[in-house]
């Protein structure tokens, strides 16, 4: 099926949001939707839920359905869990990304909260991706990781009427000449209020600054690199007969032949990539 | 070197040790490694950090590092940040325990704080795995995911002195007995108050108990069958040429072929795999 729809994709323009949790994530992608809502186009809404394992989940997409784009025929909001993804939520979410497009959907918001590798692997089915920060993390911009800073294609500053924002740019802004991105990348850094819309335009300004630019076609080549490899790699490892990989394991437990040896001897019997 | 050293291990008892933040895990893991020195017992410790890209991390390192542990020649230390590994934190922190039991560790604690799935991964590195537990999680004992249940081989109810623990017990009890696991395995439950000691011999007693099952060596097969399968997948994956997958990449992301299509041609120049 998404074979036949492929052909019919590429024409939706997916942002990521990410951030800590507390930035106002949901309230800002719910800002984003009423402002794009607002000019007549049809949008996608996907909340990438980090269920815990010991507390449940679903911290997101609960969240987004309390507000009132759920009733909207031109909203399709859909929530996903981190966990038990075939291949990885990466690949379910790039997924669900190809029926949206191929569906007619011309924007696509993806919302993450960036707690792991996951989430952040999910940044690379974004056209563009936003991180959401605000005023009162204190010193703990400086932590921002460089995992963070490379897929951070502009920052939006939420909550941006509270004490500290000045600070919290002023940080970010040495940050980001410190340690600039390796492709040359300048993001902008836009302030907002998702409460009541402050700066939401702005905001849609900024990422078609980005998607004007050079860097979006790489990006998306970039992405696809990304996501050929992973479907590749899923999709040899089933190859191999479970049988086969169980009696192999367990002549490796007991230590009669080592695992080095047993994956050398699959590649062998295996593609031949010269 | 790990090649080499492969045949010079599988006798070390490798214990994960998970459970939510708070749970104590930590103190847990300092007093399980006291009663093991007791007995003149060399240990390995692996702390998994969950770094978050945007609050740092090594959550666990240092806490870890404050104890008395580190300056004892029989405790070997080790913090690894869940971000960044090569074929992911399971393979990375496989490799170290297929050292530290070379090296001659009897007892390898590996504690991690289970928020992800990196995390539930690292316990398909680990012989046994210990799930803490603490009074005061309310409901949330009920919101155990099946995930976390079928890796439980024992629990530990830590801060067993606070009020709350019988009713905690009590939910935990139906909770198993709604959902029991699939390999008929009832898993111990264990009190305990890690900060004075209390329970701790209880602990190592609850694992032996495992070990000395049918399970154990059940474990260990199924263990090597799933890190046979990531170590494949990662050197399949790394055997095509960044050069094809780039070119690809960009075909796809111009729509002129679709991603399905380019990983059947990787798969038939592949040799058959029957």
């Given amino acids: 099926l998404l074979k036949e729809l492929f052909p019919h994709t590429g024409r939706a323009l997916t942002i990521g949001i990410t951030g800590p949790p507390g930035a106002g994530k949901s309230t800002l992608v719910n800002a984003i939707a009423s402002a794009v809502r607002a000019k007549g186009r049809r949008l996608g809404i996907i909340a990438v839920d980090p269920t815990s394992p010991f507390t449940g989940g679903a911290i ?10 759920h009733a909207d025929a031109g909203v399709f909001i859909r929530s996903m869990a981190t966990r038990g993804q075939l291949g990885g939520l990466a690949a379910a979410t790039s997924d669900v990304v190809l029926l949206l497009d191929a569906a007619g959907f011309e924007i696509v918001l993806i919302e993450t909260v960036g707690v792991g590798q996951d989430e952040t692997d999910v940044a690379r089915v974004a056209d563009i991706t936003a991180v ?29 009427d509270q004490p500290g924002v000045d600070k919290l740019e002023r940080d970010l802004r040495v940050l980001l000449k410190l340690a600039p991105r390796q492709d040359g990348w300048e993001p902008p850094i836009i302030r907002c209020v998702a409460t009541d819309g402050t700066g939401v335009a702005e905001v849609l300004t900024g990422v078609g600054t980005f998607t004007g630019s050079d860097l979006h076609a790489a990006r998306a080549t970039a992405n696809w690199s990304f996501r050929l490899r992973s479907m590749f790699r899923e999709r040899v490892a089933q190859s191999i007969p479970s049988a086969d990989v169980e009696l192999a394991a367990a002549e490796v437990a007991a230590r009669r032949i080592d695992p080095f040896t047993v994956v050398d001897g699959w590649l062998e019997r295996a593609p031949n990539q010269t």
Avoid: C, F, S, W
């Fill in 60 to 69: 997101l997409g609960d969240r987004i359905r309390m507000t009132g784009h």
């Fill in 132 to 160: 959401v920060l605000v005023p009162g993390m204190g010193d703990d911009v400086q932590a921002l990781k460089a995992g963070i800073m490379e897929i951070a294609d502009i920052y939006l500053l939420n909550k941006a």
